[in-house]
């Protein structure tokens, strides 16, 4: 059921009034219901494997949590009769046990995702390698997998450090697994922020369900108007990298970073809002994003809930791992700035590489990591020398000319590392960016050359106005959230202004018969 | 504390870090910097910050920083 169908409507508009007309206590068993309706939609296979994370996480969680009891029971009753070695080795043994049962939880969730994801393209890789013949096929990815696989591998880890209360009921646990609106294209959620909202009474409240709709219709909006129009030529420009390359890769750059955005943004504000409609805090994704002075800043603001889950489980453990400290200890004959950097250095590309892969198992999506790692590793290196720079120029690097070049570099530089995302492969990505410099052809552009993609020029202007709007409203964020702005002035005004956006939806959008309004973006990862 | 306060200076010297309560949250402090900081702490003080403890609580100030330092060090006595 895609957030753009009928049947999703249809779906809400059932679902929301039911859940503030049955009692408070049971509104969790309608969203849980709810899910089950949700995913059954998307197909048999997608609800087995759901339902194979739930049970395993439900099992290991529990089962870490009894030995975390047991294990206070024992060195207690030990406290008077043994040592404080031998309390010590008890304390191990059960560490290891939990430990196990960790591992073991991990294996199963992340081998589900593996198989799914990499199977048939480690399958071409080895038949490439070996001559043989490729094993393994390609299986279609259920939705939302990658998404509620690592919001339950967050979650198994927390309890695991506990650092939250282990859920006993399966069937609380599976709601917050399972939440529907997340499953489309995250946020990547955590147990201690959503779980209890999920599980408590909610009343109803008409300003917060006009709150809901206005945040919903923008991100229909920028769907429906931006990304689904956009995506048509930036489809296009992919498919012939030999026809279209030069001057046409730098519009085909634009084009992708504002149907990205408006797509995965869009995509998170329908999902933020119809949280709030049952009365739940989703966690933000964007935060202003395309205002970043540099691509650290950017990784803050963008898909900020995926960042926050690799810095929390994967940087951090990581970079203060026995083996990373006992590598930064061997390098120090090296000195003791390289012994410092090199574990840094070390998690930060494999965190990277591990991002990329993340997004898919075609090679681009690694290279794509990789490269993100290394700007970045590259920029931290740069520090000194951007200080001294400041120093020399205060006058220049404070002025609104600079900070406005701050952040046109910093949106190039991450369009051209996301051509990587665009192409089929590494090669055909890096020919396409190295064309922009050696083939002049704004001529063949604009004579012809934007039309032939599949929009015409009244398409063109509507995405325009449809950026501009976007751009106008980022720059409005930045003193106040606009909705409460709008809230503030009333009910009357917030429905005209919800009036207008459905209008111009209903106008400008590209939706029904003769259409298709497609997947989000993000689904696909 | 004093200790403590120069390793953050080095990390970042036009930062008042007596002051400010918010090194995680305004962006101050970002992730390199926090496991930069982590192996200059363990280095001087002898203590391990273990991963779950590395969180915006405990670095958003030096203060926060320090009595998770002291808690360490308490454990391991």
Same mark, same amino acid.
């Given at each position: 059921m895609l957030f753009t169908s009928w049947a999703f409507l249809l779906f809400l508009a059932v679902l929301v009034p039911l859940y503030y007309l049955v009692p408070k206590r049971v509104q969790w068993i309608v969203l849980l219901l709810a899910n089950a309706v949700f995913v059954g939609f998307a197909g048999l296979t997608g609800a087995i494997y759901l339902t194979a994370t739930i049970v395993t996480v439900y099992l290991a969680t529990r089962a870490i949590d009894a030995l975390f009891r047991k294990q206070k029971e024992t060195i207690a009753a030990m406290k008077?009769?043994?040592t404080k070695e031998e309390r010590k080795k008890a304390r191990l043994g059960f560490e290891r046990k939990r430990r196990i049962v960790l591992i073991a939880c991990l294996c199963v969730n992340v081998g589900i995702l593996f198989v799914l994801k990499y199977g048939a393209a480690i399958g071409r890789l080895s038949a490439s390698l070996l001559h043989t013949p490729a094993f393994g096929q390609e299986l279609a990815l259920t939705m939302g997998i990658s998404f509620y696989t690592f919001s339950s591998i967050g979650y198994l880890l927390d309890v695991y450090r506990e650092t939250v209360e282990t859920q006993k009921n399966p069937f609380k646990l599976a709601l917050f697994i399972s939440f %529907?609106?997340?499953?489309?294209?995250?946020?990547?959620?955590?147990y201690d922020i959503l779980g209890e909202q999920l599980l408590a009474p909610h009343t109803f409240s008409g300003e917060r369900f006009l709150s809901g709709a206005l945040r919903i219709t923008w991100g229909y909006w920028k769907k429906l108007i931006v990304a689904d129009r956009l995506l048509v030529a930036v489809k296009a420009l992919c498919a012939r990298p030999q026809v279209y390359c030069g001057d046409f890769v730098f519009v085909e750059m634009l084009l992708y970073a504002a149907c990205l955005y408006a797509d995965f943004t869009g995509g998170i504000d329908i999902t933020i809002g119809i949280g709030e409609w049952f009365g739940v805090t989703v966690e933000e994704n964007? %935060?202003?994003?395309?205002?970043?002075?540099?691509i650290s800043e950017y990784w803050r603001r963008w898909h900020m809930t995926l960042g926050e889950w690799f810095k929390r489980y994967v940087y951090y453990p990581l970079s203060v791992s026995k083996p990373m400290r006992m590598l930064s200890q061997k390098s120090r004959k090296l000195g003791v700035g390289v012994s410092r950097r090199l574990p840094v250095y070390l998690a930060t590309l494999l965190v990277w590489a591990l991002t990329g892969v993340w997004h898919g198992s075609n090679w681009t999506f690694l290279v794509w990591g990789l490269l993100n790692g290394i700007v970045i590793l590259l920029s931290e290196e740069c520090k000194p020398l951007y200080a001294r720079f400041h120093a020399r120029f205060p006058r220049l690097t404070e002025s609104v000319f600079y900070r406005g070049f701050t952040v046109i570099r910093t949106v190039l530089l991450l369009s051209s590392l996301r051509l990587l995302d665009c192409y089929a492969t590494v090669k055909d990505a890096f020919g396409a960016f190295f064309s922009m410099f050696t083939t002049w052809n704004w001529g063949a552009v604009f004579r012809g050359g934007i039309q032939s993609?599949?929009?015409?020029w009244a398409d063109y202007g509507v995405a325009l106005f449809g950026v501009l709007a976007m751009f106008a409203l980022s720059m409005a964020q930045r003193k106040a959230p606009i909705r409460k702005r709008i809230m503030a002035h009333g009910t009357t005004a917030s429905v005209c202004v919800l009036l207008v956006l459905i209008g111009t939806i209903l106008v400008f959008g590209r939706y029904g018969f003769g259409f298709d309004a497609g997947q989000f973006i993000y689904n696909r990862f | 504390m004093e200790q403590l306060l120069e390793i953050l200076r080095e990390l970042?010297?036009?930062?008042d870090f007596e002051k400010e309560t918010a090194l995680v949250d305004h962006g101050i402090l970002v992730s390199f910097d926090i496991v930069m900081l982590i192996t200059r702490i363990e280095e001087e003080f002898d203590v391990v910050i273990p991963a779950?403890?590395?969180t915006p609580a405990h670095f958003n100030s030096a203060k926060s920083l320090y009595a998770l330092i002291a808690s360490l060090e308490e454990q391991d006595d």
């Open positions: 008077a009769t043994h %529907f609106p997340l499953l489309v294209q995250g946020p990547i959620s955590r964007f %935060f202003r994003p395309y205002f970043s002075k540099n993609l599949g929009l015409s | 970042h010297p036009e930062t779950k403890d590395i």
